[in-house]
């Protein structure tokens, strides 16, 4: 499976960016795909998860109502709306996706359920 991003850039605090990542190769063994951010000297964290098959999603709380996370199956697509954009959010910003079931949707929360990664898009907020 291979996952590439794009849309990252710099903006002011309080405008918006979409984010996409385009998901390749065995695509029918993805269950879960997600979008993580790690800014310098932080540890990656979970932005917003979703599994491929359903509606079920999960967002971090500092992004909680600011940030969409969705996908289309047909194109083999996952997006990320950010809205309201704050300095804090800035970040390089990874998507992942999973080939493996949880017993536990709290796993979908740990970027280390997941097994590919992208190259990441920078995301610079100016306050």
């Known amino acids: 499976v291979q996952l590439v991003e794009s849309g990252g850039g710099s903006v002011q605090a309080g405008r918006s960016l979409a984010l996409s990542c385009v998901v390749s190769?065995?695509?029918?063994?993805?269950?879960?795909v997600g979008w993580f951010r790690q800014a310098p000297g932080k540890e990656r964290e979970v932005v917003a998860t979703?599994?491929?098959?359903?509606?079920?999603?999960y967002y971090a709380d500092s992004v909680k109502g600011r940030f969409t996370i969705s996908r289309d199956v047909a194109k083999n697509t996952m997006y990320l709306q950010l809205n309201n954009l704050e300095p804090e959010d800035t970040a390089m910003y990874y998507c992942?996706?999973?080939?493996?079931?949880?017993?536990?949707?709290?796993?979908?929360?740990?970027?280390?359920?997941?097994?590919?990664w992208g190259q990441g898009t920078q995301v610079v907020v100016s306050a």
């Open positions: 992942g996706a999973t080939p493996h079931y949880y017993s536990t949707d709290i796993a979908y929360t740990n970027p280390a359920s997941f097994e590919y």
């Open positions: 190769g065995r695509t029918f063994s993805v269950t879960a």
């Open positions: 979703m599994r491929w098959g359903d509606d079920w999603t």
